[in-house]
């Protein structure tokens, strides 16, 4: 289980930032929330949630540990008086929290301080859109992205490893665009011995379709996983494989804070993008924050530690002082886990002493 960081104690300093433009010490503004709604999923896909971990007898966090949405919405509040404008639900799987739409339209209600609506977005398995996407649309969500590893039955269902069938993720894909989620993005986790063969497949299968696909490198996120460097299969890779087959063009970026790559067919068959996690740290321009399903605040996804928000929630604090907890936290934040990473990858050694062998929170529970 994670630790918990002191409260911050230059809450005066935060207070100067609130209001204000609020950065961190590597000067990065605050811009996005993910919010983890639930540490329960269920896939066991290998690379997240190996079964070996997290068997039968895993010990999810029981229900009175988790935010209610009363306190999930006050956090997002309060975030977005700091300076953010993006939400992300996620988990584990965040389609498993009992009524997710109660607190989508909660969300959807919140304002910039510019009066303007938040993008709200939201990851998932896919696996209960085809009843669920009707009522996200309805609630106020703005985008969902799929993850789908796979087009290969067999592929999938061992990737998933708890047999679940891929005509189903399709189908959920399908049912956001009814619902009308216009275009979906897709999330591909590549892992050398296990999908390495599906890129080309996937390119074909979303080309001339309204949905954008986003090869994601596989990260060492978690102690789980068994990460290694060899099953990370590097974004440039993937960009000359699809290359060879269906001539890109790189698409100029639009936001400093953009995580993809982004990369058109020449023949106009739409884009791709990649996420270099592991090959091209994005750290520079990182303005995420995370919120844990049990109101712990992560700073980095490799965090070994978080910041215990709910204490704060729980114990008749007003929202002043959170805000000024939450805005030193941020203003005392240097953390850049795969730029080090890189670095140190340099020498595979070091890179075995250092860095790699801290504990690390898994991201079922710290939310992807
Ligand atoms: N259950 C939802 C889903 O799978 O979309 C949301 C949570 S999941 C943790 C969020 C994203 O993290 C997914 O797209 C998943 O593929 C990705 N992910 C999980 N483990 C990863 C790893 N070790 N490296 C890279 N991406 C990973
Ligand atoms: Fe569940 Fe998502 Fe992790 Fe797969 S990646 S095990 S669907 S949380
Ligand atoms: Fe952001 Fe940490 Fe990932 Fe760097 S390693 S991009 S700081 S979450």
């Known amino acids: 289980m994670p ?5 911050p104690q230059d809450g005066d300093h935060a207070s100067q930032q609130h209001g204000r433009k609020l950065t961190d ?3 990065r503004p605050l811009r996005d929330l993910r919010i983890s709604v639930t540490d329960r999923c269920n896939f066991r896909c290998v690379y997240c949630m190996p079964r070996e971990v997290f068997g039968r007898n895993y010990a999810f966090l029981p229900r009175e540990d988790l935010l209610s949405f009363e306190e999930i919405e006050r956090v997002a509040r309060i975030a977005v008086s700091l300076g953010v404008e993006k939400l992300r639900l996620t988990g584990g799987e ?4 009992r009524e997710i739409e109660v607190l989508i339209g909660r969300l959807a209600a919140l304002r910039t301080p510019a009066g303007e609506p938040l993008d709200i977005a939201l990851t998932t398995n896919g696996a209960a859109l085809p009843a669920k996407a009707a ?3 309805a609630a106020g969500l703005s985008r969902i992205t799929v993850s789908l590893d796979s087009l290969d039955d067999a592929g999938f269902q061992a990737l998933n490893d708890v047999r679940f069938p891929v005509h189903r993720v399709l189908d959920g894909i399908a049912a956001a665009r009814t619902a009308g989620f216009e275009t979906v993005k897709i999330n591909t986790v590549l892992k050398r011995s296990a999908n390495e063969d599906q890129i080309l497949p996937l390119a074909e299968y979303f080309r001339w379709s309204p949905h954008t696909l986003r090869f994601i490198e596989y990260m060492d996120v978690g102690s789980s996983n068994g990460w290694c460097l060899d099953e990370v299969i590097p974004s440039a890779e993937v960009v000359a494989r699809i290359n060879a087959r269906y001539p890109l063009e790189v698409v100029a970026p639009t936001r400093a804070d953009q995580t993809a790559r982004r990369w058109r067919y020449r023949d106009g068959a739409g ?3 990649v996420i270099s996690s592991v090959t091209g740290a994005f750290c520079g321009s990182c303005t995420r924050v995370r919120l844990s399903s049990e109101g712990k605040l992560f700073t980095c996804l490799f965090a ?12 008749g604090e007003s929202d002043e002082q959170i805000a000024a907890a939450l805005a030193g936290l941020w203003s005392r934040r240097d953390d850049r886990y795969s730029q080090l990473r890189s670095e140190n990858t340099v020498n595979a050694a070091a890179q075995k002493e250092t860095i790699h062998s801290r504990r690390r929170i898994e991201m079922s529970y710290i939310g992807g």
Do not use: C, H, N, Y
């Open 94 to 97: 965040p389609l498993l929290r």
């Open 3 to 7: 630790g918990v960081e002191e409260f």
């Open 304 to 315: 070994s530690s978080g910041f215990d928000l709910r204490a704060l929630l729980r114990s």
């Open 135 to 137: 009522g996200l649309k």
């Open 271 to 273: 884009e791709i993008g």
């Open 25 to 27: 010490r590597l000067a």
